[in-house]
């Protein structure tokens, strides 16, 4: 329990919560950082930031088209940041002093982001935002590469998966319950191919650590995952 206290108090690890697609890793972050008043960071809200910037500044989604110089002007003008959310609790995403954090899960660019996620000076714009967040410590990241490439030194590495015909189900429930079209094997075969395109890039693919703790969530609920990890973090520190 003094243990305990310290991490409380000190606030100074740093978890990395890494994993596939759709596969709950937000909530779960989310959820561990409020039960150890830990800061959340979603760091797949970047890569979309960058990539509405990038859409907007006329980029098409052809990688080869891409102009790796033009893009990095873009971004020498793109001030992206979490700011505290006006509706209380959590943060938000501004790009440029507006707020994106609706813009950002939009189709169009969700439909983009993989791309954009795959180019190094892209990579590099964006980590350099999470080492600065992570200076302060005290904080849970979810992303692809938070403990292998971010913060190979992070206090906690966790890898989330989940069977596929899993995770896109509960996608597909998700788009079902905002009233909105999906059709299952769509949702599936997106699935699928966001995992390709994630594990095969060829900057930071998506990769367990190998100190990474394996969590598939297939067969578990939200409340099993707290139990799961309250008893590694006791495990560990105390
Ligand atoms: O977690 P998400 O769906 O919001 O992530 C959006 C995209 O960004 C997804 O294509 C994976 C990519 N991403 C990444 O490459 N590295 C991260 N650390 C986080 C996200």
Sequence with gaps: MFVYCIIMNRQDIIIAVDGHSSTGKSTFAKKVAARYGLIYVDTGALYRGVTLAAIRAGFGDNLLEIDVEK??????????????????????????????????????????????????????????????LGKKRGVVMDGRDIGTVVFPDADLKIFMTADPQVRAMRRYKEIIARNEEANYEDVLSNVIERDHMDENRETAPLRRAEDAIFLDNSDMTQEDEMVWIEKIISQRWG
Excluded: C, H, M, W
Excluded at 90 to 101: D, H, T
């Design 71 to 132: 893009l990095k002007i873009v971004l020498s003008q793109t001030d992206i940041r979490f700011l505290p959310s006006a509706t209380g609790g959590g943060s938000e995403l501004y790009l440029n002093g507006e707020n994106i954090e609706r813009e950002i899960r939009t189709l169009e660019v969700a439909s983009r982001v993989s791309i954009f996620a795959s180019i190094p000076v892209v990579r590099e714009f964006v980590d350099s935002i999470l080492k600065e």
